[in-house]
């Protein structure tokens, strides 16, 4: 009772034992799974960043070329006045464009509002053929203040400084042209990318500056193929996802920019049914789970099954010794009366009755050492250190030592052995001692477990002689057949064990015959008992 209850106990702490193991698995691919997702996010916003990258310089570029080519077109005429020359300001654009690449264009806009400015505006005053310079507008005449103020205040804000510079030959006379005044806006910032001396960069920024007031740089994205060129480009990296401009589903991925600027805020598309995906994404994950729990249920399986053996084998050993006591104590018992009643009882002179106890005594004792020799043999069996040695057997001869070993046994039983007769005259190949003990254990225990017979026949078929032991006992059920030749294994009813016994002779006699290249099985027999069926090679002629 205690024994099951530690099984029990055992076998519990197994199944919460693989109850944890599961959860921590299942517990390790969720969140493997919503780091996948949370990659998969990442890189789908790596892709559709790049691409409006892409798309926003390519646009940038064509406003810039437009802009300075409708630019060079409104200049020509004034470039031929004797004010600062307006080619030299075109290349330098163009010098500031060939320095720019893509890496440049998002810092531009980034800090499209901490760009220095220079703007130069040239307000010309028809006079009779005469230029005429002013340090600053006070200094014009009314008519002239009024023109230098009204481009003043169209260019002015509230976050801007004007400084009118001044010639360095203001207040001389020049004949020929137009009176020139010069504007220069400066706009002052603090940003640390515009005031850094980047060679080019910096120089470039400044030149671009009043170019950049009128891009409109969003609505000059192409939005219809830009989403062509993302769907193609996740198609083409992550198989099976598909991009959509409207949600389809509350676990939709969406892309857009987190770090929306000028260029392109507020553009959200999204990807549904990524989920076959991220499972693609963890084989490798689920395969080792799979792999590992199993492992665990093999392993808590075998050791249950090791527990549950060595109980039983823990149950068999105490049977058997416990039927050990038995056999040895009965036979020491019996032989001891019979030789004490020579000393208590006059029957010296009774030569019927002396033999009879004489024959009692050595009975005993035969079956006394017939126990031993079962157990040394079994033990030797185990160990691999017994040796057979074999000889010609005849088969008359072998069946009459066994019959008469057990002949007493039989007729203190009230049982009845049938042979059939003839025994085939023949020889065959074996041990003959440990033949006659083999074959001697099947005897013994149809003994033990018959009602009334024993029924023992042999016939020959073929190259193989067969030897049948009958009884008409309980008989033994199909699914104990096979463990009946287990060691110390005995077949246990309601009532316990009916017969005593050490659960040897049965697994000895299987071993011998097995190792005589024969085959024993067990059958139901005619009478509804047990069936041995012994089947062993004859000799060669």
Known sequence: ?????????????????????????????????????????????????????????????????AYIEQNSQNKAAVAKEKSRPLIPEITKIQQALQQLNEQHLPKLIDHADSITIKQEYTVLQQDSGQIQYYSSIEEAPDSIQKILRDQVSALSSPNRNYTLISDQHAGKQKTGNPKPVTVRQTIHTNSALAQKDTTGLHQALSEMGNIMEDLNLLNGIDSVNLYKDLVKN????????RVFKTPKDSNDLIIKDDNANVLFPGIVYYVSHYEPYLRTRLHTQFAFSIFLLLLCAATLFVSYRTLV??????????????????????PITTAQLALE?????????????????????????????????????????????????????????????????????ISLQNKQLIIDQPIPELELSGDRIHLENAIGNIVDNAIKYGDQYIHLRAYVAGNMLTIIIDDDGMGIAAKERKKVFEKFYRIQTDKGHLVKGHGLGLSYAQKVITAHKGHISIADAPDGGASFIITLPLNKT
Do not use: C, P
């Not at 079956?367 to 005849?394: A, M, Y």
């Open 1 to 65: 009772m205690q024994n099951n209850n530690r099984l029990t106990f055992i076998s519990v702490l197994m199944v919460l034992t693989l109850l944890v193991v599961t959860l921590f698995l299942g517990i390790w691919l969720k969140s493997s799974y919503r780091q996948e997702k949370e990659y998969l996010g990442k890189d789908l916003k790596t892709q559709y960043n790049d691409l409006v990258q892409q798309y926003a310089t390519e646009h940038l570029k064509k406003q810039i070329k």
């Open 234 to 241: 996740i198609a083409l990296r992550f198989k099976g996802l």
């Open 309 to 330: 053996t060595q109980q039983r084998l823990t149950i068999q050993k105490n049977d058997f010794i416990s039927n050990t006591t038995h056999e040895l104590k009965t």
């Open 341 to 409: 009643a020579f000393n208590h009882f006059d029957i010296k002179e009774n030569i019927a009755q002396t033999k009879e106890y004489i024959t009692i005594a050595s009975d005993e004792l035969k079956r006394l050492e017939s126990f031993v020799l079962d157990v040394l043999n079994q033990l030797h069996l185990d160990q691999g250190i017994i040796r057979f040695h074999k000889t010609s057997i005849r088969l008359g001869h072998l069946i009459d030592q066994v019959i008469g070993r057990y002949q007493s046994s």
